[in-house]
Structures are given as structure tokens and as C-alpha cells.
């Protein structure tokens, strides 16, 4: 049997135009649904922001490199597992918020702000756990990550079209809703149809290994919403602010990150099997723990 950490997916350039586009179409629909407004909801609720910020973008990653050092997971997994975790939220995050009966509002200010951060800290939190972590530094070494390159093609997936989904949000409001309404539910078939397109020439290799991610995967998710649910409830937020930072810090953009690994790592075999099982696996817990929650009323506790 080949070695995972050698294994490569076979993605071709019109594949990796094909999404690059369909990420910043996704994008662009959630940023439809943002105002400025969102923004000023949170600058108005500083704790709400700092503990998104803090549960997504430094517990979330640092509780990563714990879980990869106590499971010592083969390097090209691990590298998977640091970049699901540098990820903002997923673009699917407010639809399983509503589920959930979680506070939406909040769920969309967070989704935007953690967009406009993953420009620096995406790249930033990749880079650094994955050099500290030896096994992972020694395969980046093998790369040659451009880093520069990394933030830029994460400005243009998320950055731009967030920009631009909100500027037409501005000049054409009726429209703008009308077409979030229509691409937002279109999230789920869009990123579903790019892991079939990224696999589809790969299914020998996704079936061969895709043990190998199974448990680590399903693990580190319910790790990640955990995570969310626990510092929020340690801040004293209500319990559908709970809710709702449960859900931004354990649905993460794996789309974006499927991108990044195609893009830079040549679909390496453990990161693009592992990035793609979280992307569909998220979508199953998160729909799940929605249904769970949908059940009780909110309430403060």
C-alpha cells in the first residue's frame, strides 16, 4: 500500500478554475446577506467579538495542535487538520444557526468579521502550527509555501467577493436579497459538488484511505464545537449565543481549504482526504446538533 503522506489527488488546472469561481460565487452569496449594520452589532457587543474571535481563530487552532500531538496522526492528516482549523467559518454556518434556533444576527456579523480576519490569519495560523509541529515542518520544507501567495488567494477567494457582495447589497437592496436567498441553500450542492468534482477521478484513492481520516475527522469536529459551545458558556453568554458559537467554530470553510490544498500542496492525499471528509461530515453534525437544539426552547442558562 502507498503511503498517504505520498499519495497526490489528480486535479487538473480547469479543475482548479472550476473552484476557485464556484468559492467566490458561494462567497459572494453569503456576502449579500451582510451590511455594515452586521459590523456595528458587534463593535457594539465587544465580548460577543472576543469570544468568536478568540473560540475560531487562537482555542480552536491551539486545541488542534494539542489533539495532533496527543494523536500523532500521519504528517499529510495532521497538515489537513491545521488547515481545517485555520479556516474561517463555513458559509453554512448561519443556515444551521437558524436551524438551531441560535441567534442569527450574531452568526452573520461573526461569519463576516471571521472572513475579513482569515486574510492575515489563515495563512498565519497554518503556517505556525504547522512549523511547530516537527513531522508537518519537515514535509512544508518539502513545499515551499509562499506565504505571500497563500494570503493573496485568500484575499481574492474570500476578501473581494465579500467586498463586492456587500457594495451590491448597498446600491441594489431588493435584488441583493432576492439572490441571497436563492444562492445561500445553493451552499450545501455547491460544496458537495466540489468534493464529487475533486474525487471523482479519485475515488480508488478516497476509498483506499478514507479509514485513515474517519475517526480523527468526526473527532476533531466534535472537538471544534465543543470547543465553541464551552468558552461562550464560560463567558456566561446566553445559551443561544452558545448555540450560535458552537456552530461558527465547528463549521468550518473546508471548501476554502480544499482550494488552498489543491492550490499549494498539489491535493496532497492525507490533508485533501481529511479537508473533504470534514466538508461533508460538518454539514451531517451540524444538521444534526440544529435538529438536537431545535427541540428546546431559548432560554438563558
Same mark, same amino acid.
Given at each position: 500500500?502507498?503511503?498517504l503522506?505520498? @499519495? ?7 479543475? +482548479? =478554475? $472550476? ?5 467566490? @460565487?458561494?462567497?459572494?452569496? @453569503?456576502?449579500?446577506?451582510?451590511? $455594515? ?11 460577543? +467579538? ?11 487552532? %491551539?486545541?488542534t &495542535?494539542?489533539l ?37 444576527? /450574531? ?10 480576519l482569515?486574510? $492575515? ?6 503556517h ?10 519537515? $514535509? ?7 506565504? =505571500?501567495?497563500?494570503?493573496k488567494?485568500?484575499? /481574492? ?8 457582495g456587500? =457594495? ?22 455547491v460544496f458537495?459538488?466540489?468534493v464529487?468534482i ?12 478514507i479509514?485513515h481520516?474517519?475517526?480523527?475527522? *468526526?473527532?476533531?469536529? *466534535? ?21 450560535? +458559537? ?24 492525507? %490533508? ?5 471528509? =470534514? ?7 451540524? +444538521?444534526?446538533l440544529? &435538529?438536537?437544539w431545535?427541540r428546546?426552547?431559548t432560554?438563558?442558562?
Amino acid at each position: 500500500m502507498q503511503e498517504l503522506d505520498k @499519495v497526490q489527488i489528480n486535479f487538473d488546472s480547469n479543475g +482548479l =478554475w $472550476v473552484l476557485n469561481i464556484a468559492l467566490a @460565487v458561494v462567497m459572494f452569496g @453569503v456576502a449579500l446577506g451582510i451590511t $455594515v449594520t452586521d459590523f456595528k452589532i458587534l463593535l457594539k457587543q465587544p465580548k460577543l +467579538l472576543f469570544v468568536g474571535i478568540l473560540s475560531q481563530f487562537i482555542l480552536l487552532p %491551539m486545541a488542534t &495542535f494539542l489533539l495532533v500531538k496527543i494523536l500523532e496522526p500521519q504528517p499529510s492528516i495532521a497538515l489537513g487538520m491545521f488547515m481545517v482549523a485555520a479556516c474561517p467559518g463555513g458559509n453554512i454556518s448561519n443556515f444551521i444557526t437558524q436551524l438551531a434556533k441560535g441567534n442569527v444576527a /450574531l452568526s452573520i456579523s461573526l461569519s463576516a468579521f471571521a472572513t475579513l480576519l482569515a486574510v $492575515v490569519m489563515t495563512p498565519f495560523n497554518f503556517h505556525f502550527y504547522s512549523k511547530l509541529y516537527q513531522p508537518t515542518a519537515q $514535509v512544508l520544507n518539502t513545499v515551499e509555501l509562499n506565504s =505571500w501567495e497563500l494570503v493573496k488567494l485568500v484575499l /481574492l477567494i474570500l476578501g473581494l467577493p465579500l467586498v463586492l457582495g456587500m =457594495w451590491f447589497r448597498m446600491k441594489q437592496v431588493a435584488l441583493a436579497i432576492k439572490l441571497s436567498k436563492l444562492l445561500k441553500p445553493l451552499s450545501i450542492v455547491v460544496f458537495v459538488a466540489i468534493v464529487i468534482i475533486a474525487f471523482s477521478k479519485n475515488l480508488d484513492v478516497f476509498n483506499t484511505y478514507i479509514h485513515h481520516v474517519l475517526f480523527i475527522g *468526526i473527532g476533531h469536529n *466534535i472537538l471544534a464545537l465543543a470547543l465553541g459551545f464551552l468558552v461562550a458558556r464560560a463567558f456566561k453568554l446566553s445559551f443561544q449565543n452558545q448555540k450560535t +458559537l458552537a456552530i461558527e467554530t465547528g463549521i468550518q470553510n473546508s471548501g476554502l481549504g480544499l482550494l488552498l490544498i489543491f492550490t499549494f500542496f498539489n491535493g496532497l492525499g492525507g %490533508m485533501a482526504i481529511l479537508a473533504a471528509f =470534514w466538508g461533508i461530515w460538518h454539514i451531517i453534525s451540524g +444538521l444534526l446538533l440544529a &435538529f438536537f437544539w431545535s427541540r428546546f426552547k431559548t432560554v438563558e442558562v
